[in-house]
């Protein structure tokens, strides 16, 4: 086993015109007959006893494998790098990136085609077509391996619930409710009672999760495949707006407007945000790596409005492999890949090892999730591991009891991140300018990313 030694810092950032990977992937068998790969293992500062549980189930799959030698690289998506690292080849032979960026990367030849190695998998037949999608281009070819997918949530701190005085097993079920609940966290404790995420992408992120809650979409697609930018639709004024009053008139959101992915983790994991929106999947990273006591993390359903369009933005992760690596290195990957994600979802051997393997080392076990699979595929592996089960369930029931019969948005399809990022602006402006004129604001979004559109 090799102990993960090397950082990789990625980012969500427009991909357009970034050359292929080169010089990082192992293309041939080493010396002694066997293949090393390089595959990404943890975030850079995670706690030790994850890295234990990841250098356990190397040691596993080695020895399963010995003609395969794994090498494990910390990595962690961060907005300004990635194109960077992309370009300049320091990529491992195996590593993750949103399904957003997945058609970008598709069609500018960056990704490895690794339809072969997937579809010979025993139970390709079961994957959630929604979510493999995301991973093929026009023609049905595979380019990705569906890690994990996840819908929108709302976080909460039960401890500031408590603090505040408000009940932490009955979170707020609508946008009223999340407003009347921030103030009072506010006035009660001295915390943000309500926060969002505001850049590195994570700010048009979120505001395009918000802006779906409301029925809102900042792209249309008509039938013959035309996208127009639609930022200055109602739903993405009144989400605009709602921040706008929770900012200037409630007095609720603090004094830091500068947030992303892991900075409000952190802020959040230290009690100082008493909610926010955010994906599903976030009690691990919340508890792993930014030491949150699981006692405190709460999870309910995003609110939606009665907009008849109103639905969940979801989104999740891929496996892809560096389009430089040969087929022998590709089916390598394949084989981690389906060990270390996929397997513990559709055999049950592999799940309770998994599942074991973790709760021995206090990783956790049982996290919210939309399925990669069937829900059949999903509601099985959920049931052979149940006495290893460690996230405290009745803290995040209330995520998928409150998402039952709501529909599943996808995350806006041409230039998603150029878009997202030009939403940061607009977020930024609302939190931090009393003034700030929300139709102006998206207007210009709409004339920033329109042109880069129509020149696809």
């Known amino acids: 086993m090799k102990s993960p030694t090397k950082i990789v810092t990625l980012v969500a950032v427009t991909l357009a015109g970034v050359g292929l990977l080169s010089g990082c992937t192992a293309n041939a068998a080493d010396s002694d007959g066997t293949t090393t790969i390089k595959v990404v293992s943890l975030i850079p500062g995670t706690e030790q006893a994850a890295f234990d549980a990841f250098d356990a189930q190397v040691a596993q799959f080695e020895k399963a494998n010995p003609d395969i030698n794994v090498e494990g690289v910390e990595y962690e ?34 990704l490895a085609d690794m339809t072969a190695q997937v579809e010979a998998l025993p139970y390709f037949d079961t994957f959630n077509p929604s979510v493999l999608s995301n991973a093929q281009d026009a023609d049905g070819n595979i380019f990705g391996v569906p890690r994990e997918a996840y819908g929108m949530g709302l976080q909460y701190n039960r401890a500031l619930f408590v603090a505040a005085g408000l009940d932490p097993d009955a979170p707020p079920t609508t946008w009223d409710e999340v ?63 709602y921040l706008q009053d929770l900012r200037w008139t409630d007095n609720s959101m603090g004094s830091n407007f500068l947030y992303d992915w892991g900075t409000i983790n952190q802020a ?20 792993r790596e930014s030491n949150m ?30 389009v430089k690596a040969d087929d022998t290195v590709k089916d390598a990957a394949m084989k981690w890949i389906a060990f270390y994600d996929l397997n513990k979802l559709v055999d049950k051997d592999a799940a309770l090892q998994d599942a074991q393997t973790l709760a021995e080392t206090d ?56 878009l997202y990022g030009a939403l940061d602006t607009a977020v930024q402006s609302v939190l931090t300018d009393k003034n700030a004129d929300i139709d102006a604001l998206l207007d210009t979004v709409n004339t920033t990313i329109q042109p880069l559109v129509d020149a696809d």
């Open 77 to 110: 998506w961060s907005a300004p790098t990635f194109a960077a690292q992309l370009a300049g080849g320091t990529l491992p032979d195996v590593f993750r990136i949103p399904l957003t960026d997945a058609k970008t990367l598709i069609a500018n030849g960056q």
């Open 293 to 322: 006591d699981p006692a405190d993390f709460g999870l309910t359903a995003i609110p939606l409005t009665d907009a008849k369009d109103a639905g969940v933005l979801g989104g999740g992760t891929l496996n892809v492999v560096n």
């Open 268 to 287: 959040f994991a230290a009690g100082q945000i008493g909610m926010y929106t955010g994906g599903s999947d976030l009690f691990t990273s919340l508890t």
């Open 363 to 418: 990783q956790a076990v049982g996290t919210p999730a939309l399925p990669v699979f069937d829900q059949a595929t999903l509601d099985q592996s959920r049931e052979w591991v149940k006495e290893y089960i460690n996230v405290p369930q009745n803290q995040v029931a209330f995520f998928a009891e409150g998402n039952v019969g709501r529909t599943i948005v996808g995350e806006p399809s041409a230039h998603t991140q150029e």
């Open 179 to 241: 407003r009347e609940y921030a103030k009072i966290i506010a006035d009660k404790t001295g915390q943000a009672g309500y926060m969002q995420m505001t850049q590195s992408n994570t700010g048009g992120w979120q505001l395009t999760a918000a802006t779906v809650a409301r029925g809102g979409a900042m792209e249309e697609v008509a039938s013959d495949g035309t996208v127009t930018v639609t930022a200055d639709n109602p739903a993405t004024k009144e989400a605009l707006t």
